[in-house]
């Protein structure tokens, strides 16, 4: 039930984003959510997209640093609390979250938080547990 | 303008006298040398088995140069000359490629370079009377505990309080009216720029004199400085290799700093060729030290540029006068004071696996002081997705470049590719900075 995410090492110089933007577009290449995390000098670009072992290929093909990550997508309802309610079930449970981001659905009523944690397989078997709803690959390509 | 001695005699000394002095103790220093295994080999070659062979000091051109390089093969003990017993301090120095240098003193090697600090201090007029914060860095360099041994030796009131902290330093001398500053030019620009901000104004101090050395800088910034604190500035030339501060020191007239060359032999050489040259032409130093029992060094060359003036300075004292610093012979970088090497940066950073070859080394000026940048390219294969990662990395890169180079560079990471490609070495500094 893990998803890849691709991790993309980005300089702070100008059109270094609109280039990965443009080199995914170009190759069809969707992208479903993502996230910056910045220093001053440079930033981290992580993103989910429809295809990412194709995305990973061809952005070292042109020559950028790109790392897939194993990451945790959660579906939930789109209201207030319904991130909390998660986040509770993962404190309950001593799950660690290294860093998340999330969006919110086309056309539907749930939105899609994106995780990374440092025991992935153990955060799955709690959320599970809990009945809290995982998004698989399959899930993903039809949003 | 009254002219202070602290040892007469031997600083008005007459030329022809000075030369037997230098005659006499080149002998000595060679039967010393002798007994270095580094010396014993290369001197033999030479054909030279005693300081008897020495029968003029013009003998001194058949011995070989000794180079900085020497010294680090010799590294630890090749050039010690006595027993380690009979040692009471020993000073490194960051070498070229990571492989230290290292200086050894006795006690009589200690009380002799003491010696030339005090003749240097008395020479610009300053006394026991006289209250001296040493702002240059104490320990393995030598600029701290050099000027602070001559400067007890004096009798002056010493406040030991070394670089850095400038608030710290602005209120030493506000609260103990200090007189006499042991400075590098930029630092003291900088405390300048400061004052304001710390809540201080000139009429605070006392100040009267600067010593200022440890990095080349113009006569016009000697002369700015002067007028901004109202004060005189003169210039002090060392290195460690030949002890430290008090190798040459301007007196009162300030036209060329005195080398002490009853303690040193003086050349100045054509830097590609060796040959000697003559007053006023610029070439690189060559120094022999006289007075130094546990590393005597031989014609050490020590890549820095100057040249001898002609004529005896107004203040009689016979030993030679030297110019500033007009640059190097090599790659060496000064940046605030300390000396840096660009094949040390690189040896730390091949040493990272997370980084690539290529990198680039950025010299600018922030305010009056020297800003060093270290920029790398990330190793793709290293590259895990986390930003906490890459800022353990710098703080890797810095704490070891730190551990090497013994100043704080900042740290950039680049994408692969993102830094030029250059085929030579000295290429890969750019320095920025205007010359002060």
Partial sequence: ?143 | MEITYWNKKIETIDRDALRKVQLEKLKKTIDSALKTRFYKSRLKKAGIRSGKDIKSLSDLEGIPFTTKDDLRECYTDGLLSVKLDDVIRLHTSSGTTGIPTVIYHTRHDLDKWTELVARSIIATGAGKKDIFQNMMTYGLFTGGLGLHYGAEKVGMTVIPVGGGNTKRQMQLMKDFKTTVVHITPSYMLHIYSKLEEYGFSLSDFNLKKAYMGAEPYSENTRRKIEKLFNIEAYNSYGLSEMNGPGVAFECVYKTGMHAWEDAYILEIVEPKSGKALEEEKEGEIVFTTLDRKATPLLRYRTRDLAFVYKGLCKCKRTHRRLSRITGRTDDMLIVNGVNVFPSQIEEVIMRIPEVGNNYQVHLEKEGALDKLTVKVEIYSKMFKGDLKELDVLKEKIKTELKASIIINPVMELHEPGSLPVFEGKAKRVVDLRTKI
Avoid at chain 1, 12 to 28: A, M
Avoid at chain 1, 34 to 53: C, H, N, Q
Avoid at chain 1, 113 to 131: C, E, G, H, Q, T
Wanted: net charge positive.
């Fill in chain 1, 1 to 143: 039930m893990k998803l890849t995410q691709i991790s993309v090492f980005l300089e702070n110089r100008k059109g270094r984003l609109c280039d990965v933007g443009s080199l995914l577009g170009n190759h069809g290449i969707n992208i479903r959510a993502l996230t910056i995390a910045e220093s001053p000098e440079f930033g981290i670009l992580r993103m989910v997209v429809d295809k990412p072992k194709d995305a990973v290929d061809i952005l070292k093909r042109k020559g950028f640093i790109a790392k897939l990550t194993d990451i945790v997508a959660v579906e939930v309802d789109d209201r207030p609390g319904g991130l909390a309610q998660v986040l509770q079930v993962l404190y309950d449970n001593s799950i660690n979250v290294e860093y998340m981001y999330g969006f919110v659905e086309k056309f539907s009523d749930r939105a899609l938080l994106v995780f990374r944690f440092d025991s992935p397989d153990k955060a799955i078997a709690v959320l599970k547990k809990n009945k809290i709803n995982i998004v698989g690959t399959k899930a993903l390509e039809k949003i």
